[in-house]
């Protein structure tokens, strides 16, 4: 029996690729190039499975196209770029890769969180321009971090990750909402307390936002919920563009009504609204809140050991759905 047809739709670790090839009929991107959606769609037209980031897009449209296809296993932990009801309903099976970038993106949100308190990057900028000419009293003084009350909105393992690290290493009181409350050993393991979003936004000196995104995620800080903040007080948002309206933000970082925010993630990805560009209270970083090599690479193996297990029949091992088995199409 033939192996398998396997798409690789980015760049992704050697030795990686290298076991996948043991098992099935690879196609990979060695040049790591950013296809169009219909490239895409062509590349996946004779595939059984495929390996892709967050920045392949599994429209609608997709798996009708695709007949042969399987499964798509994400190489990340939100999959916000499947549209997993289509996927569902065509019978495609969906995987992402928890667990293993868990304390890597907490420890991200937490740099993230510091260097935005603490004016890092914007002191650094002022530094290598040549303009530290003497220490002043004030210069660069940002916000404290430990002992301050810190709210974490999306209470998964990241926020949960986070949570410990301000309530442990940090002394921080920490407050946090979700849909819906961790169970009372869980919450008083990380030391925090459950509050309505209105509260926390009203309190906190560090909003921190680590939910998924969807229909109901998007815009969860707009114009509205960034005027209830402090004035003082920092944003973070390392979950997904969309979470936060950029240019609502853009607005209140200009006017100061928010001390700063620091970003890893934007909407609109790649691009970054300009507004953003141009305040210095903002810490930007491109989307790389799991990027160690080790998650990196336990992230590419996790998804091949998805794609493996799927097609030795045991089953995927971190699925996101649950679909009916795909009539296979003949083969082409
Ligand atoms: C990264 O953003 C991920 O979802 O893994």
């Not at 050993?185 to 969807?214: F, G, I, M, Q």
Request: charged content about 20%.
């Amino acid at each position: 029996m033939s192996k398998p047809r396997i798409l690789v739709a980015r760049g992704v670790f050697p030795q990686v690729l290298q076991r996948l090839e043991q098992h099935f009929q690879v196609q990979a991107n060695p040049r790591d190039e950013v296809w169009t959606p219909q490239q895409l769609a062509a590349q996946l037209a004779d595939k059984d499975g495929a390996l892709t980031t967050g920045s392949e897009r599994i429209d609608r449209s997709l798996p009708a196209a695709c007949p042969r296809l399987r499964i798509v296993a994400n190489m990340a932990v939100g999959y916000n770029n499947f549209d997993v009801d289509a996927m569902t309903a065509a019978g495609v099976q969906c995987t992402n890769t928890p667990d293993v970038l868990t304390e890597t993106t907490a420890d991200f949100g937490f740099a993230l969180l510091m260097a935005t308190a603490r004016r890092v990057t914007e002191s650094e900028h002022f530094l290598r321009a040549g303009r530290w000419k003497q220490w002043s009293y004030d210069m660069f003084a940002g916000a404290e971090v430990h002992g301050t009350r810190l709210g974490i909105i999306g209470m998964g393992r990241i926020g949960q990750g986070i949570a410990r690290r301000g309530a442990h290493g940090f002394g921080m009181e920490v407050v946090y909402h979700n849909r819906s409350r961790l169970d009372p050993a869980l919450e008083s393991e990380c030391k925090a307390r459950y509050v309505a979003k209105e509260e926390l936004l009203r309190t906190a000196d560090h909003v921190v936002l680590v939910l998924p995104y969807n229909a109901t995620s998007h815009h969860t800080i707009a114009a509205t919920e960034l005027a209830l903040m402090k004035p003082t007080a920092t944003l973070v948002n390392i979950a997904r563009g969309g979470i936060v309206d950029d240019a609502a933000l853009a607005q209140a970082l200009r006017e100061r009504r928010i001390a700063a925010a620091g970003l890893d993630v934007f909407e609109g990805e790649p691009q970054v609204h300009p507004g953003l560009l141009d305040v210095p209270n903002v810490v930007l970083t491109p989307h790389i809140a799991s990027a160690t090599v080790g998650t990196r690479l336990a992230m590419a193996n996790l998804a091949a050991d998805n794609l493996i297990a799927f097609f030795d029949g045991r089953g995927p091992l971190t699925p996101v759905n649950t679909p009916a088995v795909r009539t296979i199409a003949p083969s082409i």
